[in-house]
């Protein structure tokens, strides 16, 4: 039977109903809670590491950007444990589906725009149209401007799919070619399996990677409209 390339993709289903809010709300369980006077090591680095993040990307806004930090670290964990968890076999990952991807970015991208031109709307409106420019090229450039910010939610979530899709489909292809070579010479399927153990270490840093660059450009677009 030959197995569909695309058939990880697939959004699961059990009995005919979709099982997508349950995988989504799986990766929460994995965050243990604060439950005693003293934590242990693992919930320690947990805060320690949430600590950094939230310090390092809360740097650069002023009080009413700061408002958004829990936020946006829920979205970095979310989104990092959702594709971490995803590297498991049989598993499936949400952010490799544009929908979704969509639905987180079009939202936070709409509230930072709107809390733009609500508390700063002379510095928003004069985003569409930059100081010297030539009367011929105002009515130009304010379109294209436009379309710049109009694109901007597209362009976070193509980027995290591509990303996660990319990844998924190259280790499934270099873990079929182990398979088929290992009946023609071992030397070289060992060679091919050494590579796809590296790759899959290279995607889980990618999987983390994604996660912050997610969350730290809906960071940037808080900070020129907070």
């Known amino acids: 039977m030959n197995e569909n390339l695309f058939a990880s993709f697939i959004t699961p289903t059990m009995m005919g109903l979709p099982v997508v809010v349950l995988i989504v709300m799986f990766p929460s369980i994995l965050f243990p809670s604060k439950m005693r006077l003293i934590n242990n090591r693992l919930i320690a680095v ?43 076999p049989y598993s499936f990952t949400p952010t490799t589906q ?42 130009m450039l304010v379109i294209i401007e436009t379309i710049s910010l109009l694109i901007q939610p597209m362009a976070l979530a193509v980027r995290l799919t591509a990303n996660i899709t990319a990844g998924h489909l190259l280790i499934h292809l270099i873990g079929s070619a182990t398979l088929a070579l290992m ?3 071992m030397t070289v399927a060992f060679i091919t399996f050494i590579i796809l153990v590296l790759l899959t270490m290279l995607e889980f840093a990618v999987a983390l990677i994604q996660a912050y660059v997610f969350t730290l450009l809906v960071s940037l677009y808080l900070h020129d409209n907070a």
């Open 46 to 88: 947990q805060r320690w590491l949430i600590h950094l993040t939230t310090k390092q990307m809360m740097a650069i806004h002023s009080k009413k950007g700061q408002t958004w930090a829990l936020m946006l670290m829920s979205l970095i964990m979310f989104i990092g444990s959702t594709n971490l968890v995803g590297l498991l």
């Open 98 to 139: 544009l929908s979704m991807n969509l639905g987180m970015a079009i939202p936070l991208w709409a509230g930072t725009v709107v809390l733009g031109f609500r508390h700063k709307t002379k510095a928003s409106l004069a985003h569409f149209l930059p100081q010297g420019t030539p009367l011929p090229l105002i009515p």
């Open 183 to 185: 009946d023609i010479n």
